[in-house]
């Protein structure tokens, strides 16, 4: 048994004191379900004698930290948590009062998948829950999944991988194909909470002692009172928070670069800040997501949501000085269009030598994903603050600044190429590389006589 293998009312208790359940949605059912399947109805009761639920999914409010929301918990021990025409009854139901009194949604899920004895009309239930999602998406609504032991199937494929932060429990089972259906070669390890984690479906393994105070942090971030009617059933998406993030102030040195070289030299040193320094800096508490939901994490992108200073909560995607890798791009723009639907500014901090150019890069859809940021940074539709706090090669590190609002430190330098590069392409030898520095106006100073940036930050005492 892992640590994720809970029942519903378990699972309830471990993240919340005050669960008010909502009624069964009253409506008539065929006996033995839609097939007509010999004993089914005999096999639910003898789940509702096991477990004392009467459906495989339990749903109701609840307040996590103080945060009122919707509160979905699956039964495993109820015909294996699996989805049905009641299953998806309950479902729709919760959806559909979280909009329309604007509330956040926590799947706390455990399901084997769809329920063999109502076939199709079972696994139609699916499309009843994205549809469901999508709509709680569109009306600037949060919604967190916690993933316990087991999340297999469709209840993986909708209510798991399609919020908006996901969490697991250690070594539960999380894979689309079940233990009873994956090929008999499949190496069980990849089935695991920790597996997808490190596939980028994942943003964290959470144990079920912090589950608490984890989603309580997520939802004070992701939530924030919306004006208006909150008995409407169309709730519009969330308005922009008023006003871009504030530019963080350099943690460095001060003083400007005297030459483009000597930028260059300042802005690879190993002494500067780098992006762990800023945020902690920044940020009162932060919370972080990652991966890219496309199979790939970068540990050079640092990605999430959190309170600064001033108590507004702010999401964030920082560069760590490395090269990015497409997973790294693809999580920011995931990043970016999260904070737009739900109107949270975004600050960015850029620091790279460029995205990486290797095979692998490339067979990872390196353009794609530098385009795909490139467009989320066009079309947010929340304020993008940007600062340069280290090296800004090329267009691997535009990819993330803000067009007009784009900042940078005294010990920083923003480029079209590296200037060795840009030497080998002039055909120069490697003695005029530093001569080349000079000629591309890279210093922070540079920058702004050129309007690439707007200033540059001032130094925090």
């Given at each position: 048994?892992?640590?994720?293998?809970?029942?519903?009312?378990?699972?309830?208790?471990?993240?919340?004191?005050?669960?008010?359940?909502?009624?069964?949605?009253?409506?008539?059912?065929?006996?033995?379900?839609?097939?007509?399947?010999?004993?089914?109805?005999?096999?639910?009761?003898?789940?509702?004698?096991?477990?004392?639920?009467?459906?495989?999914?339990?749903?109701?409010?609840?307040?996590?930290?103080?945060?009122?929301?919707?509160?979905?918990?699956?039964?495993?021990?109820?015909?294996?948590?699996?989805?049905?025409?009641?299953?998806?009854?309950?479902?729709?139901?919760?959806?559909?009062?979280?909009?329309?009194?604007?509330?956040?949604?926590?799947?706390?899920?455990?399901?084997?998948?769809?329920?063999?004895?109502?076939?199709m009309?079972a696994?139609?239930?699916?499309?009843?829950?994205?549809r469901?999602?999508?709509?709680?998406?569109e009306?600037?609504?949060?919604?967190?999944?916690?993933?316990?032991?087991?999340?297999?199937?469709?209840?993986?494929?909708?209510?798991?991988?399609?919020?908006?932060?996901?969490?697991?429990?250690?070594?539960?089972?999380?894979?689309?194909?079940?233990?009873?259906?994956?090929?008999?070669?499949?190496?069980?390890?990849?089935?695991?909470?920790?597996?997808?984690?490190?596939?980028?479906?994942?943003?964290?393994?959470?144990?079920?002692?912090?589950?608490?105070?984890?989603?309580?942090l997520?939802?004070?971030?992701?939530?924030?009172?919306?004006?208006?009617?909150?008995?409407?059933?169309?709730?519009?998406?969330?308005?922009?928070?008023?006003?871009?993030a504030?530019?963080?102030?350099?943690?460095?040195?001060?003083?400007?670069?005297?030459?483009?070289?000597?930028?260059?030299?300042?802005?690879?040193?190993?002494?500067?800040?780098?992006?762990?320094?800023?945020?902690?800096?920044?940020?009162?508490?932060?919370?972080?997501?990652?991966?890219?939901?496309?199979?790939?994490?970068?540990?050079?992108?640092?990605?999430?949501?959190?309170?600064?200073?001033?108590?507004?909560?702010?999401?964030?995607?920082?560069?760590?000085g490395?090269?990015?890798?497409?997973?790294?791009?693809r999580?920011?723009?995931?990043?970016?269009?999260?904070?737009?639907?739900?109107?949270?500014?975004?600050?960015?901090?850029?620091?790279?030598?460029?995205?990486?150019?290797?095979?692998?890069?490339?067979?990872?859809?390196?353009?794609?994903?530098?385009?795909?940021?490139?467009?989320?940074?066009?079309?947010?539709r929340?304020?993008?603050?940007?600062?340069?706090?280290?090296?800004?090669?090329?267009?691997?590190?535009?990819?993330?600044?803000?067009?007009?609002?784009?900042?940078?430190?005294?010990?920083?330098?923003?480029?079209?190429?590296?200037?060795?590069?840009?030497?080998?392409?002039?055909?120069?030898?490697?003695?005029?590389?530093?001569?080349?520095?000079?000629?591309?106006?890279?210093?922070?100073q540079?920058?702004?006589?050129?309007?690439?940036?707007?200033?540059?930050?001032?130094?925090?005492?």
């Amino acid at each position: 048994m892992t640590e994720g293998r809970f029942s519903a009312r378990e699972a309830i208790a471990l993240v919340t004191d005050g669960f008010a359940e909502f009624p069964s949605p009253a409506r008539g059912y065929e006996s033995d379900g839609p097939l007509s399947w010999q004993g089914y109805d005999a096999s639910r009761a003898r789940a509702v004698a096991r477990t004392g639920e009467e459906e495989s999914v339990v749903c109701g409010t609840a307040a996590l930290g103080d945060t009122r929301a919707v509160l979905i918990a699956f039964e495993f021990g109820f015909l294996g948590g699996s989805l049905g025409e009641r299953t998806g009854d309950r479902l729709e139901a919760a959806y559909t009062h979280a909009r329309k009194h604007r509330l956040p949604v926590v799947s706390l899920v455990a399901t084997g998948g769809s329920r063999m004895q109502e076939g199709m009309v079972a696994l139609t239930q699916l499309q009843r829950v994205a549809r469901q999602s999508a709509l709680t998406r569109e009306a600037g609504l949060a919604q967190i999944a916690v993933l316990r032991d087991p999340t297999t199937g469709g209840g993986w494929a909708t209510l798991g991988a399609g919020a908006d932060v996901t969490l697991a429990l250690p070594g539960a089972q999380v894979g689309f194909a079940g233990s009873r259906v994956r090929p008999p070669d499949a190496d069980p390890a990849a089935y695991t909470a920790e597996a997808q984690l490190a596939a980028g479906a994942v943003d964290a393994v959470v144990r079920p002692e912090v589950l608490r105070g984890t989603l309580a942090l997520w939802l004070s971030l992701l939530t924030r009172p919306t004006p208006g009617d909150a008995s409407a059933t169309q709730p519009p998406p969330a308005e922009p928070s008023p006003g871009p993030a504030p530019v963080p102030p350099a943690l460095g040195t001060p003083v400007l670069p005297a030459t483009g070289w000597d930028a260059v030299q300042r802005a690879r040193s190993p002494e500067r800040p780098r992006a762990e320094d800023y945020l902690d800096a920044y940020f009162a508490r932060r919370a972080a997501i990652s991966g890219d939901r496309c199979g790939g994490t970068d540990d050079g992108m640092l990605c999430g949501f959190g309170f600064a200073r001033d108590g507004r909560p702010v999401a964030y995607a920082a560069q760590c000085g490395t090269a990015t890798r497409p997973a790294g791009y693809r999580t920011a723009a995931r990043l970016i269009r999260l904070a737009g639907r739900l109107g949270i500014p975004v600050l960015t901090l850029v620091d790279t030598p460029g995205a990486a150019n290797d095979a692998d890069a490339e067979r990872q859809g390196a353009g794609a994903a530098i385009a795909d940021l490139f467009a989320a940074v066009a079309t947010a539709r929340t304020p993008v603050t940007t600062l340069v706090i280290g090296e800004g090669g090329s267009g691997g590190a535009l990819a993330l600044a803000a067009p007009g609002n784009t900042w940078a430190t005294p010990d920083s330098y923003f480029s079209v190429i590296a200037p060795e590069l840009a030497a080998a392409i002039l055909k120069r030898t490697p003695a005029e590389v530093e001569a080349t520095a000079g000629q591309l106006h890279i210093r922070p100073q540079d920058l702004r006589d050129l309007g690439v940036i707007r200033g540059i930050t001032e130094h925090g005492n």
